[in-house]
């Protein structure tokens, strides 16, 4: 069974760096095809991708946030983390990470983790 | 990026009645490799999505065949036969040919 479990801050300051957490189980990174990306929801609004990164550490980016964020993995500790730069109260939302397997995206989601970004 | 739109953003309907719901995108989401990735995602209220329809018309594991997709190109349908009471919620349709991006999603509620 796929289970993932995001983690991180509930509270970031503006210009401040947020990191978040993927701890997932149920398959491993390490296996061919296999990818985690991060997607997050503000209030009441829909979904946005983030990044995306594979087995062979390919890593893809939403193109209009690309100069923000980083995705890297630890495939020994089953961890995939995401960082953002420059907060802004604008980026307040849930984050989630998803599953994905070669071109089947986002089969499998989290429970997602809300950060508030605010002085 | 490509611009997902969808109709209606509100949709009542009677228990037992069907329901669709339209998806458009921007640009063609027919990949080089041949196959078409477009995908259907229901979120009820207080949970995360959860991916009911890949690549058009390709049910997941577990999702009831009330629910069905089609369409190809530009224009694409999710169809539920006849509401049930567990299908409140937001719908979102998803292309992944693109990078990926989702519809505005559309609220399904009992009338």
């Known amino acids: 069974q796929i289970t993932l479990r995001e983690s991180g801050p509930t509270l970031v300051k503006p210009t401040q760096t947020l990191t978040l957490t993927c701890t997932f189980s149920?398959?491993?990174?390490?296996?061919?095809?296999?990818?985690v990306g991060w997607v997050r929801q503000p209030p009441g609004k829909s979904l946005e991708c983030l990044a995306l990164?594979?087995?062979?550490?390919?890593?893809r980016y939403s193109p209009s946030l690309e100069n923000r964020l980083s995705i890297t993995k630890d495939t020994s500790k089953n961890q995939v983390v995401l960082t953002m730069t420059n907060m802004d109260p604008v980026d307040t939302a849930t984050y989630f990470c998803?599953?994905?397997?070669?071109?089947?995206?986002?089969?499998?989601w989290g429970q997602g983790t809300t950060v508030t970004v605010s002085s | 990026d490509v611009v997902m739109t969808q109709s209606p953003l509100s949709l009542p309907v009677t228990l037992g009645q069907p329901a669709s719901i339209s998806c458009r995108s921007s640009q063609s989401l027919l990949f080089s490799d041949g196959s078409t990735y477009l995908s259907w995602f229901q979120q009820r209220p207080g949970q995360s999505p959860r991916r009911l329809i890949y690549k058009v018309s390709n049910r997941d594991s577990g999702v009831p065949d009330r629910f069905s997709g089609s369409g190809s190109g530009t224009d694409f349908t999710l169809k539920i036969s006849r509401v049930e009471a567990e299908d409140v919620g937001v719908y979102y349709c998803?292309?992944?040919?693109?990078?990926?991006?989702f519809g505005q999603g559309t609220r399904l509620e009992i009338k």
């Open positions: 990164i594979y087995w062979d550490d390919d890593r």
């Open positions: 998803a599953h994905s397997y070669y071109s089947s995206l986002l089969d499998v």
């Open positions: 149920g398959f491993s990174l390490s296996a061919r095809g296999v990818g």
């Open positions: 998803m292309q992944s040919t693109h990078f990926i991006t």
